[in-house]
């Protein structure tokens, strides 16, 4: 008897899935995706969290199958580092702009707008197109696509593709060496082992401190996930019994701009949120607009490094923050918590980026995730914690942390940790 073919099973069960998907998207009132510009595109998640799973299993599917259908030379060989050099380079030249949508422009038009020789920027624009960036409906004529409409009308999507390239790309060529220089140190969260450190000689703080033009390009790029549902804060609604705490008090350490405050208050129309962070942070913060929550969010200025001044909050809450912190800062921002905390009541709640065990996670989430463990990497020598570090740490900060609860949050980047007091 023949075997069967893993090629043709694999294509009939992405053909049985793309149907099921294709229904879930049409009962939801969802059109079909479609890489036409005048074509409405559809919102998988108002498709409900089936069919992102079923989205999810699709992708790694139609992802073998496309690497079963290369040889290992063109799979090792197709990925290029260089992806990203005419994005950037199209930004640099505001090409995106330039193209105004709804209308076209030929390369001659493009090269006299932007200064450029005319094969250099059809060059640059043929590369961008074998991404699905513009297109040429007719020889020598750009128009846009989804994609490149959205870089045009985007400014956090092309800031995030000029700081990967200034700022990510050489501190990436340098991180082997920084391996190679500081073995023992690698991993250690130590910013001055970083790749990023030995390109430019500073760490990524100091940088932004140096340039504002780079500051202010660095936190446009952090909210160009901003729409992506894995990335999305509202995840932290179901990451802990928030309900349970009826009219409590949140302390949203380190909580920059109050972003999670600001989505936890909406929520949660009992709880009081107090952001703290550096004055600089906090003066960029926007005025609180949603009207049930303006009188439950108060921002305050606090270096969590000393002392801290909220006694009896029911959670000192942290986003995005331990990930940056070795383990000796991380022991001083949680020992600077402990003499305000209420022992059996008071918690502290962790919410940080997450790498998922092999096989955990869908390949294409778990590629992602890795992506960002290794930006943090290459950029401060930083990472994820998996449980047994959370709980080591905890260890070092005691006694009288009790570790209740580490845990991925299903279909995020997240994951959540939660520490009661108990007192010494
Ligand atoms: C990656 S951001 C996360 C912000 C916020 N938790 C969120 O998730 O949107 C890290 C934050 O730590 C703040 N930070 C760094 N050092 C600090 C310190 N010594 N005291 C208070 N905040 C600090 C930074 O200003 C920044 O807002």
Redesign the pocket.
Known sequence: MATASHLIELANTIQTQVTEFQKLLAASGQPDPSLDLDAPSPDFAAAGLHAQDVRSKLLDQIDELHDLLLTPQEMLLGTAPTDFVSRHALDRFQVYQKVPVGETRTYTQLAEATGLPLNVIRRLIRHAITQRIFTEPTPDVVAHTPASKLLAEDRNVRDYWGILSEIVSPAAAQTANALSKWPQESGSKKRETAGFYLATGKTVYQVLEDEPETHNRYDSAMSANRNNVLFSVDHIARGFDWQSLGKGTIV?????IG??SRSLAKHFPELNFIV???PE?LAQAPPVEDESSKARITFME????TPQPIKDADIYF????FM?WDDDKAVQILRNLTPGMTPGKSRVVIADFYVPEPGEAPLWIERKFRNSDMLTFVLSNGGSRDKEAWIKLFEKAGPGFVVKNVKPLKNSDMMITEALWQGE
């Open positions: 949203d350490v380190a909580g920059g972003t999670v703290q962070d550096q942070v606090h270096d969590m490094f942290f986003r995005r923050v940056e």
